[in-house]
């Protein structure tokens, strides 16, 4: 009898503080996680497309962390949209926006090597969303 996928996933001791997250830093899940954990984080980085792993894969800490990540993303990224229409703030608003784009690329990147990666003021944002 080979063993399920499921066997291998970490107890609830194994993870950090309230929110659920992996205590990784930047190291690989034990097991590797499933091409379909790996999607699901890399559409969480995906405008409108991070509400899917946020529900579908609810208790997933992998791709819970990363739909958490991409959810305050898809926000600020909606919020520069909004207010870079023509205004004085543009400037302000368009440099927001490159650095929403580059944190989600980042993202990708981490989540298609399969690393969990804190990123720098989304991941603390994340952490206080209770959802």
């Given at each position: 009898?080979?063993?399920?996928?499921?066997?291998?996933?970490?107890?609830?001791d194994?993870?950090?503080?309230?929110?659920?997250?992996?205590?990784?830093?930047?190291e690989?899940?034990?097991?590797?996680?499933?091409e379909?954990?790996?999607?699901?984080?890399?559409?969480?980085y995906?405008?409108?497309?991070?509400?899917?792993?946020?529900?579908?894969m609810r208790?997933d800490?992998?791709?819970?962390?990363?739909?958490?990540?991409g959810?305050?993303?898809f926000f600020?990224?909606?919020v520069?949209?909004i207010?870079?229409?023509?205004?004085?703030?543009?400037?302000?608003?368009?440099?927001?926006l490159?650095?929403?784009?580059g944190?989600?690329?980042?993202?990708?990147?981490f989540?298609?090597?399969?690393?969990?990666?804190?990123?720098?003021?989304i991941?603390?944002?994340?952490?206080?969303i209770?959802?």
């Amino acid at each position: 009898m080979s063993n399920s996928f499921f066997d291998h996933e970490k107890h609830d001791d194994e993870f950090s503080g309230e929110s659920g997250i992996p205590d990784l830093d930047n190291e690989k899940l034990d097991s590797g996680p499933a091409e379909d954990r790996r999607m699901a984080a890399i559409m969480a980085y995906i405008p409108f497309l991070c509400f899917i792993p946020l529900i579908k894969m609810r208790d997933d800490p992998y791709a819970y962390f990363h739909a958490r990540q991409g959810l305050v993303l898809f926000f600020i990224e909606i919020v520069a949209l909004i207010f870079s229409f023509p205004h004085i703030s543009q400037l302000f608003w368009v440099a927001i926006l490159i650095a929403c784009i580059g944190s989600a690329l980042a993202g990708v990147w981490f989540a298609v090597q399969g690393k969990t990666y804190r990123l720098p003021i989304i991941s603390n944002l994340a952490d206080k969303i209770k959802i």
